[in-house]
Structure formats: structure tokens, C-alpha cells
Nanobody, 124 residues
Framework: VQLQASGGGLVQAGGSLRLSCGAS????????MGWFRRAPGKEREFVAA????????YYGGSVKGRFTISRDNAKNTVYLQMSSLKPEDTAVYYC??????????????????WGQGTLVTVSS
């Protein structure tokens, strides 16, 4: 399985951006999907996740209320809608897929597949 993240770019603080994550196989409707990010000099951070069934969503504390994760099964794509962006949201964003639930969704080690990352830069 290969994941392809896209949609990153440069945006001013307060702006919005939508990231997309497509998969090489039709897994979006059956895998647990997540977004993580890594800012320069920092550890990888959990951003958001969506369950494979039921559509339950989960968010990291720093993005809750500003970011929305969603899934389009027909397009085999997961999205991360980011609003009210702040300079501290600047990071490389990665999408990830968990085939079988193997533990807390916020732990990157529980994910089986990773995309290559897309850079988001928020200017002040």
C-alpha cells in the first residue's frame, strides 16, 4: 500500500488549507486513517484520525476545533481541512494507515503505512 499526501503550501496566519491523502489500493473505507506532523526540531505529533467504521474522529489538543478530518470512500481519499492556521502549525504533514486497530490511534508506531509528507508553512 502506498499513500500519497498532497495539498501543502504557504499560507498566511488565519488562513485555510486542505490536505489530501490518496491510497494505491482501496483501503480508505477499511483502514484506520491518521494525520501526523513533524515541525523542525520537534517530535512527530498526532494531528487527527478517523475510524474505519462508524466515522468516529479524534484530534490532537493543539488542533481541536480548527482542523477536520474526513474520508471520501468513493475517491479512496482522506482529507485534512485546516482552518485558523497559526505559525506553530508549520510542519511536514504525514498521512498514515492502520490496517487493524492495534492500540491508541495517537501512537505513530501503531500505523502500518505512511505517506511521504507534504510541507505546510504558515507565515505570521
Amino acid at each position: 500500500v502506498q499513500l500519497q499526501a498532497s495539498g501543502g503550501g504557504l499560507v498566511q496566519a488565519g488562513g485555510s488549507l486542505r490536505l489530501s491523502c490518496g491510497a494505491s489500493e482501496r483501503i480508505i473505507n477499511s483502514y484506520f486513517m491518521g494525520w501526523f506532523r513533524r515541525a523542525p526540531g520537534k517530535e512527530r505529533e498526532f494531528v487527527a484520525a478517523v475510524r474505519s467504521s462508524g466515522g468516529g474522529t479524534y484530534y490532537g489538543g493543539s488542533v481541536k476545533g480548527r482542523f477536520t478530518i474526513s474520508r471520501d470512500n468513493a475517491k479512496n481519499t482522506v482529507y485534512l481541512q485546516m482552518s485558523s492556521l497559526k505559525p506553530e502549525d508549520t510542519a511536514v504533514y504525514y498521512c498514515a494507515a492502520m490496517r487493524y486497530y492495534s492500540g491508541p490511534y495517537s501512537y505513530p508506531n501503531h500505523y502500518d503505512y505512511w505517506g511521504q509528507g507534504t510541507l505546510v508553512t504558515v507565515s505570521s
